[in-house]
């Protein structure tokens, strides 16, 4: 089909002929209200009222282009190249994980409990979504994140910069003792992590979206040890985490209860709580560390 005009309404029924057949009624009704909202800056909720108006020829050409990329099950926010997180706008490109609202749930439960706090380490940080937006609500406090990936590293660097907030980036590799040891400085009133916790083996049960897409290096654990970053993350706690300090994860489901009992062994906390998420999967951990 080609487009019939230059008029918005034309375009959006381009869109809805061409996309029909990879995305749901509701997933590309929401795209394109991002789409065009993107591209021509009207607010989503006005778009039904401009459906008569003509758009210019180099915006069109654009949201043409768009709808290309899209067609190959690109998710949205790579070929727009900008993510919402927690009303702050991220840059994202294919080195990141796009963030998702489970993770600004999270976000609002640390904000909320941990107004005071002076320091937040986050491990994995990615777009940097967290470490941006804890610092942006909560600006008195020192914020810092870490990655294995320089090119995830450099995202994170540019969102802080696009936030106009500081945060203090470095890299290592937290499977890494030694370098762990080296790299990450002093100790912190809360650390917090979403890793990696996708088996190869469930790598069929994911959409196309996701599998074709998203890096690799921030979806999946290698090995046997379903809950190795889990781990690692704990028993760094016992020397980066200060006393009293609290530890916060975004879980698997299907493993949280492996990370509750492993953070319960180590005897490090004083409480190791479950927390559901907005569709009631155990999904975030809670520990406070014993004090002194
Ligand atoms: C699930 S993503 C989370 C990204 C971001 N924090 C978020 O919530 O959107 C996991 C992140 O862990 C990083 N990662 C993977 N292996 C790592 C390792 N061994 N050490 C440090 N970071 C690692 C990945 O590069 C990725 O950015």
Known sequence: MQVKSNKINDLIEYYYSELSASYDRPELDAIIKTVFEHYLGIHRNE??????ENINQ????KIYDCCKALKTRKPVQYVLA???????????????LIPRPETEELVTIIVKENP???SFLDIGTGSGCI???IKAILNHTQ???CDVSKDALLVAKKNAEL??????YFETNILDEDECEKNIKGNFDVIISNPPYIKHSEAKTLPKNVIEFEPHQALFVDGDDDIIFYKKIIDLCKHKLKSKGSLYFELNPLTAGLVHDYAVHTKLFETVELIKDMSGNLRFLKAVKIGL
């Open 58 to 61: 180099s915006d069109l050409l």
């Open 143 to 145: 914020v810092s994140g």
């Open 82 to 96: 900008e993510a919402w997180f927690y009303n702050f706008k991220f840059y994202v490109n294919e080195k990141v």
């Open 116 to 118: 005071k706090a002076e």
């Open 131 to 133: 470490p941006v937006s």
């Open 163 to 168: 936030n106009n907030v500081e945060v203090h």
């Open 47 to 52: 778009i039904s009222l401009r459906l008569d």
